[in-house]
Structure formats: C-alpha cells, structure tokens
C-alpha cells in the first residue's frame, strides 16, 4: 500500500456488520444513501448490497493513486442525519472518512483500509445569499462552479476558483483550505470564511455560522477547520464573503525566454497593472508541451514558436476600455524592452477561456499522459525554478528521464503570484523506485529554502509523516493536541494529515 509501509489498521476501530448497517438505515430515509458490500443478515430487509464495483468512484482517487477498500458509504442529506451518523460512529469505534468532491490530490478524502466514507455530497443547498454584503451561506456539498453560477446571476462570484470547480465541494475546499487561480486578488479562505457549521466526531453540531465580518469574542475557532482536511470535524455549512463580478476581464499569454525574465515580468506587471491584476500563472515549456499532445481537444498554440516559459495575466476591473488600454501599453512595453518574446491578448470570451485553458489542463494532460507524481510547494519565488531543474538532473542522473523513458515528463508551473510551485513529474506508474528519487530529496530541499511541503493541497495520506519538513516539534505537539480535544478516539479520518 503506498506510503503505507509502517501503518497497519488500527484494531481500534471496530469492524463493521450488518448490525451497523441496520442502524444507519434507521437514520437514512432513503435506501439511495446507503452504499454497502455487506451482506444483510438472513431475513433482513432493511437494506439491500451492492455490487463492490458501486463504490469504487469513493474508494479511489481522482489520480488512481490511493485504494480504499471501505465497505459502506453513507450519503447524509441534512447536518442533522450527520450528527446521527457520528454519534453512532463514536459509540461503536467505527472510523469514518468525510469525502466531497473527491477532487483531492493527496489521498486525504478516500480510506485508506475500510473506513466508512460519509460523503456530503446530499447536503447542496443554498441556505442564503445577501445581495447586499454579498454573503452567503450554504451546505457544504454544493460544487463550487454551481454556486459561482448561482451567485454570477446576482453579481458576485466565488472568492475562489481552481480547475476541479466543477465537481468540488465548498466543504472540501474550506476542508483542504484549497487556494487556486484567485488567491492573489481574494485571498485565503481563512480571510473569506465568515462562519462554519461543523459536526464533531461524536455527533455535537457546533455552530459557527456567523456572517459577521467582524467578531473579536474569544479564539476563532472556525479557523481550525479551515484547512483540517476532515480530521477533526465534517463541515456542513458554509458563510462565505463574495465579491463583486468584476465587469471587465483580460487575459493575456507572454512567451518569455528565461525565468529571470518571469520574475521580472511579475515585477513589471504589479507595477503598471497592479490594482487590477487578479491572476499571474506561469508555466514552462514542457508543460505546455505536455497540453499540447496530451489535453482535451481545443487547447490550441496562439504561438508560431515555443518558448521556454510563459505567463499568464489576468486583469479584473469595471472598465473594459481602461484595463484594454493598460495591458496593451504594458505588452508594448515589455517587448520593446525585450522583456517578453511574445504576446497575445485575449479578443472576445472564447479566446480568454481558450488562453485560461493552456494553463488549466495542465494537470488532467499530465494525467492523460501517465502517472503524475505531484509536489505543491511554496518558496521564494527567486528558488522555484532552480528545484524543477535539479529534478530533472537527478532523474537524468539515473538514466530514467525523457520522452518514452521512466520518466516521460517534469512539468513546472504554478500560481507564482503566490509563490506556489507546482512539479508534476508525469511516470509509466507509480513505481516506489522513482518516487525514491525524488523523495525526500524534494521535501528536504523545499526545508532548506524554508519552504512548505504543501503550499495548497494538504498533507492528506501523502505527507501525514512529511510535516516536520514545514512545522516545528512544537507546533506539531500542539496540533496533536488538538486533535485530541476534538477527536480523543480518533475515529475522523485515521492515519492521514499529523499521525497521532
Ligand atoms: P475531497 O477531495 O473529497 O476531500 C479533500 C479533503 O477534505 C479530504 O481530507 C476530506 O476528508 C476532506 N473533506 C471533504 N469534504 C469535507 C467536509 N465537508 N468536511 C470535512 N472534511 C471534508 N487545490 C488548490 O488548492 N488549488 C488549485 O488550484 C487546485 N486545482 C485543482 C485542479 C484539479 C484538476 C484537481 C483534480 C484538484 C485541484 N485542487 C486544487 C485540489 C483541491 O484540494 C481540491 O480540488 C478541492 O479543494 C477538494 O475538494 P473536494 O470537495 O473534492 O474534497
Ligand atoms: C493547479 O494549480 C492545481 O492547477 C493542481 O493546484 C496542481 O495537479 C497539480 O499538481
Ligand atoms: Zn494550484
């Protein structure tokens, strides 16, 4: 079992029976919320099994990368029939793991040996939405691209946005405390989260849901969810800040010949255009290259040559002629001070989706290509670059690297605004051998920088053991100890995010 060498199930946990499955029946209406492999007692008609194949979209990862093999989802359609699930759950010992979306990159949201998975994806209303504040409030398994539309038709949008949008949950992405394309101008989720509603392990719903902006009473403690990656509570609801939907958006893709030139364009772009920018991507050629062959059809060159880098601007105002003017001055500029190589600049709505898809479909090209190791990390922006070459060098070191070869691709892309790399070192598979090339080579030379083993991602069941690369033994005793207040049997989500 992958990254799995030292953890064995915990013979704390109770093995499920039918028994278990009878009481959840009790607390699920509907014979559609409960998935399981467990055969009913002779006699018994309270439930019906299902083919082991109906669970294997909860029981395997986006990447097909970690294998749960969980006997039973449950598909909970209201906070209340939540809390009626862990309250029996921790009466029984019973492990459970919280799955949105499923959209997760590092095996946090699929069990690792047969946890039940409570899957929120029943809880998708929309509770609220002042069109005033611009808050709203809503379950946590709405998919985020839904609530965008939702909101969109008001005014405002999401103060987030990443490429999984249309299958993720809110719930997941206040869980992972997911970043994504419009970090740079909105923030962090722990700045536009207003309020939570969570259920703890043994069942009490905890109500935070304020959609106060402002609230110095005691700790906040709805921060401590944002980013728990489902260990220490299932969220249930959401109170979110939105912004206005800006009126104007450009895009623009430069071709550049150096990273010393990315860095310097990042410079030049916050200086001419800095009250407007809300997105600055780069990608390398290789990843490009990667998109080209591999993405879904559409994603078409707008060059007529390749170039080591690119970068990809966004701009968001409310005057179209203003912010037109603006980024058209900025890529004259940059070319005739030989900044950038190249430029194109967004015309109408289907070429800026068409110039936000080369940035986009990295990670499902990269999947489409092979198995994709992938790091995110953070680190000054001046060290990212020299990380994805040393890589490159060590697996061509071992006579792994290059097209048709072990190692077919090492892509290098990320949301520099926010100083967040990305490596996706695309494979033949999963093969310990490479990953041992690269690891913890990678995580100690992010350590060195003073870097983060997870700038977005999480840690999940892929670096449950990595976070002393980031967090200090202090730090880590305390989260322990957190844990512990919440989940003392710790029964949510086992083996995953800090090992207790
Ligand atoms: P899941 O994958 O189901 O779960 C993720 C974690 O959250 C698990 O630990 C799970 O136990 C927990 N969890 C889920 N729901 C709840 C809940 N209601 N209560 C408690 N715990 C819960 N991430 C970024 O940060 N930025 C990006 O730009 C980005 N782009 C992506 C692009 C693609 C194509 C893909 C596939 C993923 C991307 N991600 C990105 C990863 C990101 O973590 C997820 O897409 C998203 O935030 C997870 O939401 P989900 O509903 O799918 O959660
Ligand atoms: C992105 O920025 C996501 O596209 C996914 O965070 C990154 O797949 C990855 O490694
Ligand atoms: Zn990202």
Same mark, same amino acid.
């Given at each position: 079992r992958r990254?799995l060498?030292?953890v064995?199930?915990?013979?704390?946990?109770?093995n499920l029976? @039918?028994?278990?499955?009878?009481a959840f029946?009790?607390?699920?209406?509907?014979p559609?919320?409960i998935?399981?492999t467990?055969?009913?007692e002779s +006699?018994?008609?309270?439930?019906?099994?299902?083919?082991?194949s109906?669970l294997?979209?909860?029981?395997?990862?986006?990447?097909?990368?970690?294998?749960g093999r969980s006997? $039973?989802v449950?598909?909970?359609k209201?906070t209340s029939?939540?809390?009626?699930?862990m309250?029996y759950?921790h009466?029984k010992?019973i492990?459970?793991?919280?799955?949105?979306?499923?959209?997760?990159?590092v095996?946090?949201?699929?069990?690792v040996?047969? %946890?039940?998975v409570v899957?929120?994806g029943?809880?998708?209303?929309?509770?609220?939405?002042?069109?005033?504040? +611009?808050?709203?409030?809503c379950d946590?398994?709405?998919?985020?691209?839904? #609530?965008?539309?939702?909101?969109g038709?008001?005014g405002?949008?999401?103060?987030l946005? #990443?490429?999984?949008?249309g299958?993720?949950?809110? +719930?997941?992405?206040v869980?992972t405390n997911?970043?994504?394309?419009?970090f $740079?101008r &909105?923030?962090?989720?722990? +700045?536009?989260?207003?309020?939570?509603?969570?259920? $703890?392990?043994?069942?009490?719903?905890?109500d935070t849901?304020?959609?106060l902006?402002?609230d110095?009473?005691?700790f906040?403690?709805?921060q401590l969810f944002?980013?728990?990656?489902?260990?220490?509570?299932l969220?249930t609801?959401?109170?979110?800040a939105?912004?206005r939907?800006?009126?104007?958006?450009n895009?623009?893709v430069?071709a550049l010949d150096s990273?010393?030139?990315?860095?310097?364009?990042f410079?030049?772009?916050k200086?001419h255009?800095? %009250?407007?920018?809300s997105a600055?991507e780069?990608?390398?050629?290789?990843?490009?290259?990667?998109?080209q062959k591999?993405?879904t059809?559409?994603?078409?060159d707008?060059?007529?040559?390749r170039?080591?880098?690119?970068?990809?601007?966004?701009?968001?105002? @409310?005057?179209k002629?203003?912010?037109? %003017?603006k980024?058209?001055?900025l890529?004259?500029h #940059?070319? *005739?001070e030989?900044?950038?190589?190249?430029?194109?600049?967004?015309q109408?709505?289907?070429?800026?989706q068409g110039?936000?898809a080369?940035?986009e479909?990295?990670?499902?090209?990269?999947g489409?290509?092979?198995?994709?190791?992938? &790091?995110?990390?953070?680190?000054?922006?001046?060290?990212?670059y020299?990380?994805?070459q040393?890589?490159r060098t060590r697996?061509? *070191?071992h006579?792994v690297h290059g097209?048709?070869?072990?190692?077919?691709?090492?892509?290098?892309?990320?949301h520099?605004?926010?100083?967040?790399?990305?490596?996706?070192?695309?494979?033949?598979s999963?093969?310990?051998k490479?990953e041992?090339?690269?690891?913890?080579y990678? &995580? *100690?030379?992010?350590?060195?920088?003073?870097?983060?083993v997870?700038?977005?991602?999480?840690?999940?069941?892929?670096k449950a053991t990595?976070?002393g690369?980031t967090?200090?033994?202090e730090?880590?005793e305390?989260?322990?100890?957190?844990?512990?207040?919440?989940?003392p049997?710790g029964?949510?989500?086992? &083996?995953?995010?800090?090992?207790?």
């Amino acid at each position: 079992r992958r990254g799995l060498a030292t953890v064995a199930r915990s013979d704390a946990f109770a093995n499920l029976t @039918s028994a278990d499955v009878e009481a959840f029946a009790k607390i699920l209406p509907s014979p559609s919320q409960i998935l399981t492999t467990i055969a009913p007692e002779s +006699g018994s008609a309270s439930y019906q099994p299902v083919d082991p194949s109906e669970l294997d979209t909860f029981n395997n990862d986006w990447m097909n990368k970690y294998h749960g093999r969980s006997q $039973l989802v449950l598909k909970p359609k209201t906070t209340s029939e939540v809390s009626e699930i862990m309250k029996y759950c921790h009466a029984k010992n019973i492990a459970v793991v919280p799955q949105g979306g499923n959209t997760g990159l590092v095996g946090g949201g699929v069990p690792v040996f047969d %946890e039940v998975v409570v899957q929120l994806g029943g809880l998708n209303k929309i509770r609220s939405f002042d069109e005033v504040a +611009g808050t709203l409030v809503c379950d946590a398994g709405c998919i985020l691209e839904s #609530l965008d539309n939702h909101i969109g038709e008001k005014g405002y949008m999401m103060p987030l946005d #990443l490429g999984a949008k249309g299958s993720c949950h809110i +719930g997941g992405n206040v869980a992972t405390n997911a970043g994504g394309l419009r970090f $740079l101008r &909105y923030g962090s989720l722990h +700045g536009t989260v207003l309020g939570l509603e969570v259920v $703890l392990p043994d069942g009490t719903v905890m109500d935070t849901l304020s959609t106060l902006r402002k609230d110095n009473t005691g700790f906040d403690l709805k921060q401590l969810f944002i980013g728990s990656e489902g260990t220490i509570g299932l969220i249930t609801g959401v109170a979110i800040a939105t912004p206005r939907r800006p009126s104007a958006v450009n895009v623009a893709v430069f071709a550049l010949d150096s990273y010393d030139a990315v860095q310097t364009v990042f410079g030049q772009v916050k200086k001419h255009c800095g %009250e407007i920018l809300s997105a600055f991507e780069f990608f390398d050629q290789t990843s490009f290259d990667v998109v080209q062959k591999h993405a879904t059809a559409g994603v078409r060159d707008p060059f007529e040559a390749r170039h080591p880098f690119y970068v990809l601007i966004e701009t968001s105002g @409310s005057n179209k002629d203003h912010d037109d %003017e603006k980024l058209q001055l900025l890529l004259e500029h #940059l070319m *005739e001070e030989g900044m950038i190589q190249d430029g194109v600049l967004a015309q109408d709505e289907t070429q800026l989706q068409g110039l936000w898809a080369l940035r986009e479909s990295i990670p499902e090209a990269a999947g489409k290509m092979g198995k994709v190791f992938k &790091y995110d990390l953070s680190m000054p922006i001046d060290k990212m670059y020299a990380l994805v070459q040393d890589m490159r060098t060590r697996f061509d *070191e071992h006579g792994v690297h290059g097209e048709g070869n072990d190692v077919g691709a090492v892509c290098g892309y990320g949301h520099i605004g926010d100083g967040n790399l990305h490596i996706n070192i695309v494979a033949k598979s999963y093969d310990p051998k490479i990953e041992s090339i690269i690891e913890p080579y990678i &995580y *100690e030379w992010t350590s060195n920088v003073k870097g983060s083993v997870s700038a977005e991602h999480g840690l999940g069941l892929m670096k449950a053991t990595k976070i002393g690369y980031t967090k200090t033994p202090e730090s880590i005793e305390y989260m322990k100890k957190i844990k512990n207040v919440f989940d003392p049997k710790g029964i949510l989500n086992p &083996y995953k995010y800090i090992q207790v």
